[in-house]
């Protein structure tokens, strides 16, 4: 049976009566150990059989789970008789779905376990945020990519929890059904979440960009900024309304800025009628004394320049010390990074945080499970060959690894594929790689729509030549050929009409603001007496 349709079978302990593979079914075979691996939890699942050892301690006590016999060395495959090897990769971002792919040709089983059904190509999302491009373009379902990688299977489902004695991984399935899934090797790439370095109350007033689900409620929120202003009577208020901060001024936050500043002075302005958009204030913001601190000097004040004459007003040394869904305070320091005690605020009903990352909650339950250390930010210090210490066979992998390699999808995607060579060599007894290099082919970031600058290969490249790089090498690495033939067009047409395609809004996304009004949580006087006078209610 499937998934849906309950018990698959427990791990090592093989019990073919009931571990009916889709695959061997399929294809007239046995069941496979890659069948075996995943278990059913779900309460009117399996319940033969009996729990014991650390299963006893999991939500699969009692309904049948039977963890295997512990008879492996770690490190060392333990396959059921017969059976294949079975990885399972927690994470279809960049670094999970390039081992998962780099398995193609092992001799292994591959589950890749994600909590959306896409490959998310985030170095894009902030063109979706701004209506550059569709979401579908930038996220191609997993199943899509993977479709022709016959020894792959891609399961919906939240990882929770690990337990490395029994070698399994705990998830819940989308209607909340424990599942138990069982591994010989383990890969873990759950990337980084946004951090607000301690205050996580200002979540709701200055969202991050890390997933669609963000890129999306940003969108409207952009969008339905220029809605408000529009309808603002108050100056003061249409001023809040076209006011952006974004907070943090790496390349997300200058690729951002650049966009909204764009669509501000370029886009918008032929279609509103009582407010210039022109007027908008684009501010980006970083408490370091320069905007992108990866880049050469000289690149940094290229785009410094070419931010600044698309209207972004950049203001470094400067701290957000509080934020509302009012606006913020700010602290600048002076040039030495001492606080000057001049404290500002800053009415804006838009801000952004592209400021601070922390490890995804995933790597706090790993970091436990195995006893491991992480760094300040929650990541995992792995060994060399990205192993945990003490667990050769578990392995992580991109953002969520600790150390000096950029938190980038290039250190990623080959974290991903020297796994995949790893996990190989060691089933088929090849000698195994000792360590992970990286190789720095660059990096690079855009300013506005024709603008970009790139360091690779030694060379330093800025302007529209920077971009057409940019565009190229993006092109490239987005999966599927379709998403790259619709985002070219999607370019070549903003570029070209200086319109963009994506721009949907309604009333109930518009700023958030009933959403707000619904939390109570607004802090400017009289706001929403204005709003609810507007709409008729009071
Ligand atoms: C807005 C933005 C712009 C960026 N721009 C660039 C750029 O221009 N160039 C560049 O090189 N890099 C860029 N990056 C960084 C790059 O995207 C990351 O370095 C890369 O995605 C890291 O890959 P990863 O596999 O470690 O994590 P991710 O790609 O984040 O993948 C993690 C996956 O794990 C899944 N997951 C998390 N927790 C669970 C769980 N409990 N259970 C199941 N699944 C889970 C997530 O759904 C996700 O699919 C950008 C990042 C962002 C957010």
Redesign the pocket.
Known sequence: MDLAGHHIAPPVQRRPEIATDRRAVRKGMMPSAMSDTIKNTHPGGDASGSASGDASRDATAGRGYLPDDRSGVAGQPRHAPGGRHSVVV???????LYAAKGLAAAPVDVTL????NH??F??L??QVATGILDEGSVAPALRSVLRGQTNVEVLL????GFDLEARTVR?LAPDDRPLTIGYDTLVV????RTDYFGHDEWAEAAPG???LEDARWLRSHILGAFEMAELADDPHERRAWLTFVVVGAG??GV?LTGEIATLAHRVLPKDFRNVSTREAQVILMDGLPTILPRFAESLRRRAASDLRALGVEIRTNTLAVDIDVGGMTVRRNDRTGADTGLDERLAAHTIIWAAGVRA???ADALASAAGAARDRIGRLLAEPDLSLPGHPEVLV????VAGELP??????MQE?RFVAGLIEARVTGRPSPPAFHYHDKG???TVGPRRAIVEAYGLRVGGFAGSVMWAFIHLYYLIGWGNRWVTLLRWLLQMTTRNRSNRLVDVEHAASWRELRRRGEHTEPGFWERMRRKDGAG
């Open positions: 927690v994470g279809g971002g960049f670094g999970g376990i994600d909590r959306v490959h998310l985030q170095p999302l902030y489902a939240e990882v929770t998830a790439a759950t990337g980084v960009l890390k997933s390349p997300t690729e995804a909650p995933a992998v991109g953002d969520m938190g980038i999808a290039p250190v990623a991903g990096t690079m970031a």
